[in-house]
């Protein structure tokens, strides 16, 4: 289990709050829950979405919440924020959970929540097989070719602080 950090604006802990006493479930069990349900959203997102070009999104914020989450789910949204540019790991988590209610306020129904994924899922099938992508697992990623693929690239290393350590100019490597 990994433990994650983010906050919420005082609108969204209420729902979380409201849905926590309706359910007599714990604040890190329903949001565990809400995450694990809206993976397939946010799938989506990654795979046929756009670059967020790292936006940064004012929250005005009101609760500090810390949750654990499993570490393939953690893993995951962490390369869904790295591939996508997103500004934090919390945007994503946040923009999971206000989607959430809103299928969920519809008819406060969880199922509506469950038929909306499915759907997700179905779309995401059905453009992959449109679009010709193939949606993959790999264990180990040995190379990438891409459009620019000849092109340099610059290595950089962050120490613990978040500071820059080096910058390093690589030359491309192609692996086949």
């Not at 969204?12 to 397939?40: D, F, G, L, Q, W």
């Given at each position: 289990m990994k433990e994650f950090h983010f906050v919420?604006?005082?609108?969204?802990?209420?729902?979380?709050?409201?849905?926590?006493?309706?359910?007599?479930?714990?604040?890190?069990?329903?949001?565990?829950?809400?995450?694990?349900?809206?993976?397939?959203?946010i799938r989506n997102i990654h795979f046929f979405g756009k670059e967020d070009r790292c936006k940064y999104r004012r929250i005005w914020a009101k609760k500090n919440i810390h949750i654990y989450i499993d570490d393939k789910i953690y893993r995951e949204l962490k390369l869904i924020h790295s591939n996508l540019n997103y500004y934090s790991i919390a945007i994503l988590v946040r923009n999971m959970i206000e989607k959430f209610f809103t299928w969920f306020n519809e008819n406060n129904n969880e199922e509506d929540v469950v038929r909306e994924v499915e759907k997700i899922k179905k779309e995401m099938r059905d453009k992959s097989e449109v679009t010709g992508y193939e949606i993959v697992k790999v264990k180990k990623k040995v190379g990438q070719l891409c459009q620019n693929s000849i092109q340099k690239f610059i290595s950089v290393d962050y120490m613990e602080s978040f500071s820059i350590f080096s910058l390093k100019l690589l030359e491309p490597n192609l692996v086949f």
């Open positions: 919420v604006n005082q609108r969204m802990h209420n729902k979380i709050k409201n849905y926590c006493e309706n359910r007599k479930i714990s604040y890190n069990k329903a949001i565990v829950y809400i995450i694990t349900t809206m993976i397939p959203f």
